[in-house]
C-alpha cells in the first residue's frame, strides 16, 4: 500500500485512484531506471512513469507519485507472482582477471560475465543496479544483468562508488569531492561535499555517510541539504550505514561503535578497543 511500499519489480502492476472515475485505473512496471518506474498501460496513453517521492524502499514505507497524471494518486504495487524484493539476490564479484561476473540466483556456479577481462577495479550492487569502476578510473551503471553499460563520468574522475536500493548513486571523484545522482545516465552529477574532504562513503537506501579526510564522521537522509557531523576529529578510520539508519564507525583504537540514525556524538561502544578491522551494515 502506498505509504508502506518495500520493493518494486518489473512485471508488478501499480494501482492508481482517480478523481474523476471511482474505477481508477492499472499499469504494469515494464522497466526500472534507476529511480524512475517506467509503466504500460491500455486504455489510456501507453507510455507512464513513477517515482518514489516519500519515504524509501529500505525503509519499508515508501510512497509514489506519477509523472504527468494530473489527479491519479498512486494506491498500491500488487506484486508479481513472481517477484520477491527489489533488492533480489543479485550480486556480482571481480574476478583474478578484473572481468565482472554476476548472478541473481544463489547456488554454486552459473555466473554470468557481465565486463570483460582487465576493465574492473571496484564494483557495488543496491537492489536491482550494478555500478563498477574501469581500471583508468571511469565510473559505469546498468539495471539487471545482460544488456549494455551506460558510462556515466569521464575517465581519471572517480576513486570509490556506491549504490543504494533507491537508485542513488554516490562517488568519491579524484578531487577528494563527494557526487551524487538518481538513476542512469552520463553526467548530471550534484556535489554534495567539496574537494579535498572526502575519504570514504557508505550508502544503504537513502542514507548516506562520509569519512572526512581528517577522521571526522558525517551522516544525512537524501541527497541535498545539510550534513551532521557525528564525532570530532580523529574518530574513524572506517565507516558503514544501514538502510534501517543505524550508523557504525571503526573507532582510530579498533573499537566499534554504533548509534541509531544521525546526530552529534551519542555512540554506544560494541567491543573492546583492538578488536576489529572492518566492518559492515545491512544494505
Same mark, same amino acid.
Given at each position: 500500500?502506498?505509504?508502506?511500499?518495500?520493493?518494486?519489480?518489473?512485471?508488478?502492476?501499480?494501482?492508481?485512484?482517480?478523481?474523476?472515475?471511482?474505477?481508477?485505473?492499472?499499469?504494469?512496471?515494464?522497466?526500472?531506471?534507476?529511480?524512475?518506474?517506467?509503466?504500460?498501460?491500455?486504455?489510456?496513453?501507453?507510455?507512464?512513469?513513477?517515482?518514489?517521492?516519500?519515504?524509501?524502499?529500505?525503509?519499508?514505507?515508501?510512497?509514489?507519485?506519477?509523472?504527468?497524471?494530473?489527479?491519479?494518486?498512486?494506491?498500491?504495487?500488487?506484486?508479481?507472482?513472481?517477484?520477491?524484493?527489489?533488492?533480489?539476490?543479485?550480486?556480482?564479484?571481480?574476478?583474478?582477471?578484473? !572481468?565482472?561476473?554476476? %548472478?541473481?540466483?544463489? $547456488? @554454486? =556456479?552459473?555466473?554470468?560475465?557481465? /565486463?570483460? &577481462?582487465? +576493465? *574492473? #577495479?571496484?564494483?557495488?550492487?543496491?537492489?536491482?543496479?550494478?555500478?563498477?569502476?574501469?581500471?583508468?578510473?571511469?565510473?559505469?551503471?546498468?539495471?539487471?544483468?545482460?544488456?549494455?553499460?551506460?558510462?556515466?563520468?569521464?575517465?581519471?574522475?572517480?576513486?570509490?562508488?556506491?549504490?543504494?536500493?533507491?537508485?542513488?548513486?554516490?562517488?568519491?571523484?579524484?578531487?577528494? !569531492?563527494?557526487?551524487? %545522482?538518481?538513476?542512469? $545516465? @552520463? =553526467?548530471?552529477?550534484?556535489?554534495? /561535499?567539496? &574537494?579535498? +574532504? *572526502? #575519504?570514504?562513503?557508505?550508502?544503504?537506501?537513502?542514507?548516506?555517510?562520509?569519512?572526512?579526510?581528517?577522521?571526522?564522521?558525517?551522516?544525512?537522509?537524501?541527497?541535498?541539504?545539510?550534513?551532521?557531523?557525528?564525532?570530532?576529529?580523529?574518530?574513524?578510520?572506517?565507516?558503514?550505514?544501514?538502510?534501517?539508519?543505524?550508523?557504525?564507525?571503526?573507532?582510530?583504537?579498533?573499537?566499534?561503535?554504533?548509534?541509531?540514525?544521525? $546526530?552529534?556524538?551519542?555512540?554506544?561502544?560494541?567491543?573492546? &578497543?583492538?578488536? *576489529?578491522?572492518?566492518?559492515?551494515?545491512?544494505?
Amino acid at each position: 500500500m502506498q505509504g508502506s511500499i518495500s520493493f518494486v519489480n518489473t512485471g508488478d502492476v501499480i494501482s492508481l485512484d482517480y478523481t474523476g472515475d471511482p474505477a481508477g485505473h492499472a499499469g504494469i512496471v515494464d522497466s526500472i531506471s534507476g529511480g524512475t518506474y517506467n509503466i504500460k498501460n491500455q486504455n489510456a496513453q501507453l507510455s507512464s512513469s513513477a517515482y518514489i517521492s516519500a519515504g524509501s524502499l529500505g525503509g519499508n514505507n515508501a510512497s509514489m507519485h506519477m509523472n504527468s497524471w494530473a489527479g491519479y494518486t498512486v494506491k498500491a504495487i500488487i506484486h508479481h507472482p513472481n517477484t520477491t524484493s527489489n533488492s533480489s539476490d543479485l550480486h556480482g564479484f571481480i574476478d583474478p582477471s578484473a !572481468a565482472i561476473n554476476a %548472478k541473481a540466483t544463489r $547456488g @554454486f =556456479g552459473g555466473w554470468n560475465q557481465e /565486463v570483460g &577481462p582487465g +576493465n *574492473a #577495479s571496484k564494483i557495488a550492487v543496491g537492489g536491482n543496479t550494478m555500478i563498477f569502476l574501469r581500471g583508468d578510473q571511469a565510473e559505469f551503471a546498468k539495471n539487471g544483468q545482460g544488456g549494455a553499460w551506460t558510462q556515466e563520468t569521464n575517465a581519471s574522475s572517480v576513486s570509490a562508488i556506491a549504490v543504494s536500493s533507491t537508485g542513488i548513486h554516490l562517488i568519491i571523484g579524484t578531487d577528494n !569531492a563527494i557526487y551524487s %545522482k538518481p538513476g542512469i $545516465g @552520463f =553526467g548530471g552529477w550534484t556535489q554534495e /561535499v567539496g &574537494p579535498g +574532504n *572526502a #575519504s570514504a562513503i557508505s550508502l544503504a537506501a537513502d542514507n548516506m555517510m562520509f569519512l572526512r579526510g581528517d577522521q571526522a564522521v558525517f551522516g544525512r537522509v537524501g541527497r541535498g541539504g545539510a550534513w551532521i557531523q557525528e564525532t570530532n576529529p580523529s574518530a574513524a578510520t572506517a565507516i558503514a550505514v544501514g538502510a534501517s539508519g543505524l550508523n557504525m564507525m571503526l573507532v582510530v583504537n579498533g573499537e566499534i561503535d554504533t548509534r541509531p540514525g544521525f $546526530g552529534w556524538l551519542g555512540w554506544t561502544a560494541e567491543t573492546s &578497543p583492538s578488536s *576489529a578491522t572492518a566492518i559492515a551494515a545491512s544494505q
